[in-house]
DNA sequence: TGTCACATTAGATATAATCTAAATCGCTCA
DNA sequence: TGAGCGATTTAGATTATATCTAATGTGACA
């Protein structure tokens, strides 16, 4: 995923491609897992002290809004985060909350008469269970 | 749902019926809506002083840890909670934050094979829009 | 009635996220 | 190049949500 591809994307989104919005960007691009956004400030800060918690937040609701990046709310935890890539279901671990993708499949729509006057704009799959880590743990105690 | 349902229902996951867990359990139940804990804990309290914040959200994880309640994380909002009566599914509304019923329908599992070692556990669908409240007040502004 | 585990309480604390007001950046246009 | 100006960033305060703590209450049962 090169920087080119990020600030075009950006741009098609009509942000600005500022520093900070870049590296919250490209880190959620190339995290394969699904951070919080607490992870995504630390780890930004860290590359470039300039970027402040403020403004990786506003840019995780800049990106959300611009339907860059999708937030996963988790019961009980931090939000978490994730580039818009392939389309994908996801799975949430009940123990840890580590949020996991699921391969896409075609989910059926509900009956219209069901949705009433609702304006329907997604619709997401989201499994529970545990993870591949936590599954064994819980099993044995 | 009367107040011998109720208490067979809590007897039946082992916790015990006291006055406060069975005002949450109730008003749940009778709750169209989905509401958020510091509404339950407004209402139960308005009813029965004797019920503290704290009993409220103890006596929430309570109930959700027996599989009798059901919590609903929004993004950037506080959970909403639900006594699990007929199978649904969630429409949450982007504008408001709101949760409504949506008719149970199946949902096909994934593959086997994209779940790995995973536990799976439960499979809900989630709808994401305008709720029949906020549809037309945002197409006209 | 005494005991013990379960429940409850008020208020402090923790955690997650947003707000504020001032400073800065970086287009655009001349 | 540089003035104007809206978009962006910032540190730290504040809000919102939820949990923790340590003391107290409650009820089933011996």
């Known amino acids: 995923m ?5 600030k075009r994307t950006l741009d098609g989104s009509g942000l600005r491609c500022t520093p900070q919005r870049y590296a919250v960007m490209a880190f959620l691009m190339e995290c394969k897992r699904h951070p ?3 992870e995504i400030f630390e780890s930004v800060n860290r590359m470039d002290p300039r970027c402040s918690r403020a403004t990786t937040y506003n840019n ?7 339907g860059l990046v999708r937030e996963v709310a988790v019961e009980g935890r931090a939000a ?25 499949y075609n989910v059926p729509r509900p009956a219209s008469g069901s949705l009433g006057k609702r304006v329907l704009r997604e619709c997401e799959l989201i499994f529970r269970g545990l993870c591949t880590k936590c599954a064994p743990r819980h099993a044995s105690g």
Chains 1, 2 share one sequence.
């Not at 090169?2 to 990020?6: G, H, K, L, Y």
């Not at 985060?81 to 896409?104: L, P, Q, S, T, Y």
Request: net charge negative; charged share 30%; hydrophobic share 40%.
């Open 60 to 66: 995780l609701r800049d990106l959300v809004q611009a």
């Open 2 to 6: 090169d920087a080119e591809t990020i």
């Open 36 to 38: 919080t956004a607490a």
């Open 80 to 104: 978490r985060f994730d580039a818009k890539g392939m389309r994908h279901h996801h799975f949430i671990c009940d123990r840890c909350g580590n949020v996991e993708d699921i391969g896409w």
